[in-house]
């Protein structure tokens, strides 16, 4: 394997010392890059891109071509899991992701089982794929849903803006609800490890959903079965520590339980203060976050301005990522993005002096 030439994203989650705040954006690849469309229309769908390593490989390093990015992100998608469960994933078009059998009915979520992982085989293939072709330039990201936001689309079948199916069980049968949660969070441990064993570098859990429990539910729904996930995966491959960063949108009011957990590092969405995140928790784990996504509709300017409040919020010093908030816009102009990155790299130098 290459060495690795820029680990600034991994001094940083580890808050040791850096010379620029690094930057990744979640869904850095993706339809609002003219080459990703390209290449996606050249594997004819979303799930062919996912499913052959070589393309998989070609768009994670789009972005990185474009923008001088400090991390790649595997590219694949939360929502394999549960298609190697057997709920038969489809994607109709401009509907967004769905499942052919979600699970409604007691005997369906009883024969739930850990899928063997060779299903997902296709997934490590692109790992080693996209590790020997950075040739080192910066750490590969690996990931997974958490086991309540994979539920959520495993119970509803779905996107769902109530989500009536999920808060019915929970509130109803809880037991059924917790056989799904604590399959998915062994499916996911494994799957986690799995990607770690194939050259992942980091690794990030994506709550989507977490902040649409109610603050009792979240600990026991979705916190308790992220912690089991973090006590079971290695944190450390060919000699260097892993670090895991948890993000939950909407989970700004529970830093101090997310922190706690066990994770190198919080992820925050756009409406929790940094700065006052890291005074909160700042000295148990990094923070990763913060722009919101939708500032990047905003000109090349505005941008920077945005960049400038979010850096000096958090002040000097190490111990963070910089990101969005949550996933980018299919319809920013990637120039936008450049500009992001670009302020993100240049702005930061005075914090790290
Ligand atoms: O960040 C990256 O660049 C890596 C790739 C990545 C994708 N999905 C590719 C994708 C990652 C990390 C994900 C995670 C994911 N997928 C999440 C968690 C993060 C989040 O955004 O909240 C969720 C909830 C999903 C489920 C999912 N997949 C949805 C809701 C959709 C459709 C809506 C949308 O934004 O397009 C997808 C499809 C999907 N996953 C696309 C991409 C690039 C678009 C598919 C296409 O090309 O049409």
């Not at 004819?44 to 070609?58: H, K, R």
């Not at 085989?121 to 990201?141: E, N």
């Not at 979010?310 to 949550?326: C, K």
Request: aromatic letters at 10%; one cysteine or more; glycine letters at 10%.
């Amino acid at each position: 394997m290459s060495p690795l030439l820029n680990d600034t994203f991994l001094r940083a989650l580890r808050r040791q010392p850096v010379e620029y705040t690094p930057i990744w954006m979640m869904r850095q690849a993706g339809r609002y890059l003219p080459e990703y469309r390209a290449t996606r229309s050249r594997a004819g769908s979303f799930m062919g891109l996912c499913t052959s390593p070589d393309y998989a490989t070609e768009v994670t390093l789009q972005p990185l071509e474009r923008f001088p990015l400090d991390a790649a992100i595997l590219f694949s998608d939360i929502l394999t899991v549960p298609d190697a469960m057997g709920l038969g994933l489809y994607f109709a078009e401009g509907e967004g992701p769905k499942f052919e059998r979600p699970l409604r009915d007691e005997r369906a979520i009883k024969a739930l089982a850990v899928p063997l992982l060779d299903k997902l085989q296709y997934v490590f293939d692109a790992v080693a794929s996209i590790r020997k072709a950075l040739q080192g330039r910066v750490p590969l990201i690996g990931f997974s849903g958490s086991p309540f936001t994979l539920a959520c689309y495993m119970i509803e079948g779905g996107g769902s803006d109530d989500f009536r199916y999920v808060k019915a069980m929970l509130y109803d049968r809880p037991d059924l609800l917790h056989h799904i949660l604590a399959v998915n969070a062994q499916t996911v441990t494994d799957y986690l490890n799995a990607q770690i064993d194939a050259g992942a570098q980091a690794i990030q859990i994506f709550d989507t959903w977490g902040g649409a429990l109610s603050h009792a539910a979240y600990r026991e729904f979705s916190l308790a079965y992220m912690q089991q996930i973090i006590a079971g995966l290695k944190r450390e491959a060919d000699g260097r520590p892993v670090p895991v960063i948890v993000f939950t949108k909407g989970g700004g009011q529970w830093l101090e339980e997310i922190a706690a957990i066990g994770a190198d590092c919080v992820g925050l969405d756009w409406t929790t203060d940094l700065g006052v995140a890291r005074a909160r928790i700042g000295q148990q784990v990094a923070l990763q976050g913060n722009f919101d996504p939708n500032a990047l509709f905003a000109q090349p300017q505005a941008i920077e301005h945005e960049v400038g409040r979010i850096l000096a919020s958090y002040g000097s010093g190490s111990g963070h990522v910089f990101n969005l908030g949550h996933g980018i816009s299919q319809f920013v102009q990637p120039e936008h993005a450049a500009a992001l990155v670009e302020a993100v790299h240049h702005l930061s130098r005075p914090y790290h002096v």
